[in-house]
């Protein structure tokens, strides 16, 4: 897939509420990386309503887009192919407008997910647990396929979102097995476990935290750390954070947007790094 290289100036993150993205200072540190002096990277508030309209507006000048909630599934009626990976989960983070006038989706998220626990040294768990339900935790779960070889223990609130859950595993061919939220607690003594919930529902279980944590993916980056996170660390355990989830999807997005390979990681930490510092 080839972008337009003489025309693809512009980019872009979408979502509502978008004001606390950090997609443009991460690709705007991949920009100036990259000597692409003339791209830029904005943000703009459109919700499933808009989105149409949005799309329909874009010139020639555009690379793509990311996508926030809650345009993840309502972009996809308005593409002309998504890939496998966006397909497995029914969700598109990333727009490739392409040099034959296409639009094309994409999902970031699952690789990035998976590139993160790789920078930490997970290539492989034999089992696993998420706490939570949402678009996130399907991710999650599609991520768990390449690097969890036993069984996923989901946590959720409701017997609706406890079949859900079980109906993406048997789609992502995932054993996935549910248990309530009222039990979270045994889902920290699980070698990985993957947090998904929004901020702040995680806290009352920090003073559960095992003696000798293994792993913990928490999806949050603002804020940092969370209560869970800084618990786990002071334990001595392995936590992988919602910006390097973030950094390595955002990644993925550079290089397919741009056409240029590798793109660089560590500048676009940083940048995050210090964006986060600042709030």
């Known amino acids: 897939m080839r972008v337009r290289a003489a025309e693809a100036r512009r980019a872009a ?70 890939s496998a990976t966006a397909a497995s989960v029914e969700a598109v983070n990333t727009v490739v407008l392409t040099d034959d006038g296409r639009r094309v989706g994409d999902n970031t998220d699952i690789p990035g997910m998976v590139a993160a626990l790789r920078e930490h ?8 647990a998420v706490l939570g339900a949402g678009a996130t935790a399907s991710s999650a779960l599609a991520a768990l396929a390449r690097v969890c070889t036993g069984e996923v223990v989901a946590y959720v609130r409701s017997a609706e979102r406890a079949a859900e859950m079980r109906q993406w595993g048997e789609r992502l061919d995932v054993t996935v097995r549910t248990a309530d939220w009222a039990d979270a607690e045994q889902a ?33 980056y603002d804020p940092w750390p969370t209560g869970l996170a800084a618990r786990w660390s002071a334990y001595g355990g392995a936590v992988v954070g919602g910006l390097d989830l973030l ?24 940048a995050g790094e210090h964006a986060l510092a600042r709030r």
């Open 247 to 270: 950094v390595h999807q955002a990644v993925l997005q550079v290089e397919q947007m741009t056409g240029r390979s590798p793109a660089p990681l560590a500048a676009m930490r940083k």
């Open 188 to 220: 920290l003594r699980a070698p990985l476990v993957i947090a998904t919930t929004p901020a702040g529902t995680t806290d009352a279980l920090a003073a559960a935290v095992p003696e000798r944590p293994a792993t913990l993916f928490d999806v949050l």
């Open 13 to 82: 993150v979408l979502g509502s509420p978008i004001a606390h993205s950090l997609s443009p200072v991460l690709h705007r540190a991949a920009y100036r990386e990259l000597g692409l002096d003339d791209w830029t990277y904005d943000r703009f508030e459109v919700d499933e309503e808009a989105l149409p309209g949005f799309l329909e507006e874009l010139g020639a000048e555009w690379a793509g887009l990311s996508l926030t909630m809650p345009l993840k599934r309502a972009v996809i009626p308005l593409l002309d192919g998504i």
């Open 121 to 128: 040294g997970i290539e492989q768990v034999e089992s696993a």
